[in-house]
């Protein structure tokens, strides 16, 4: 049976490829375009001013766009989706603390599509009001990610730690007052807007905290050059799913699984593969998930 799989799979994967030298349009449906558009683009990240969201989103387009920032991830995809937003910046993966679980299942449930991702370097600061000192401090407030990525330095001092929606709203928080028993883990550019003074700079134990962030757009594009595709599907079979991949020699990067909403011990797999939306062998790849999975869905080719 899986031989005759496998060569059913290389005769479809030679007919789109001659479809496709045939000029006939055999590809998953995005629109090919040389760069993003970026030039007036209407920018929506998660957060308030100072969050390395904010940061990453200025880094990546530049004073050519208008930014405004939303209280939640959903808000943010949500924007897109009405156009009231044309890229949601958003974190994806952390190197140390791993996936951003809200953002992936936003992805399945908003039709929204990965256009890009790039890396963030981060570096954590210990920031308090002025006249603080390591001996005084008591609570350190932060993102729970940024506490577990600081947890050995804040172990060290016997702080209490308490969390916060993101970096930069525990940096608003510790400035409102003069008390200086509280500091907050947050970037340098965060504590510079709030006023706080940095006690202490690189407390993250890693040296290669990245993080990846990816750039969202409701229009169904992919550069020339985009060379990644992600997808998500349920399957009680991750094998058979995964043999597409292995059949049309492309390479996975990456795959995740989340629970499946009001289903018990059912799982949505994530999975990123190299390739472009209009090569044969994806399509060919993409075209039997679908006939076998359930609810696949094409996240982006980035």
Known sequence: ????????????????????????????????????????AKVVYQGIDGAYSQQAAMSYFGDNATYHNVLTFKQAMKEVRDGVADYAVLPFENSTAGIVTDVYDLLVEFENYIVDSFDVKI???????????????????????????????????????????NTAIAAQIISQGNDNTRACIASRNAAKLYGLEVLAEDVNQSSI??????????????????????????????????SHIIYNDLNMTRIESRPVPG???????????????????????????NAEALNMQILGNY
């Not at 479809?12 to 349009?25: A, D, F, H, V, W």
């Not at 289903?263 to 190299?274: C, D, G, L, N, P």
Request: hydrophobic share 35%.
């Open 1 to 40: 049976e899986e031989l005759f799989e496998q060569i059913m799979s290389m005769s479809r994967k030679l007919q789109y490829k001659l479809l496709t030298e045939e000029g006939i349009n055999n590809d998953i449906g995005f629109d090919i375009i040389s760069k993003l558009p970026m030039e007036n």
């Open 123 to 165: 570096s954590h600061c210990l920031s308090a009001v002025k006249g603080t000192t390591l001996e005084t401090i008591k609570e350190v407030y932060s993102h729970p990610q940024a506490l577990m990525q600081s947890s050995k330095f804040i172990d060290e001092y016997g702080w209490n730690k308490v969390n916060c929606a």
């Open 263 to 289: 289903k018990k011990w059912e799982y949505r797999f994530y999975v990123e593969f190299e390739g472009k939306s209009d090569q044969p062998g994806v399509v060919n790849a993409l075209s039997g998930i």
């Open 209 to 242: 905290n990245t993080t990846k962030f990816i750039i969202v757009s409701r229009r169904k594009i992919a550069r020339r050059e985009a060379n990644n595709i992600c997808i998500s599907f349920e399957s009680g079979s991750l094998y058979t799913m995964l």
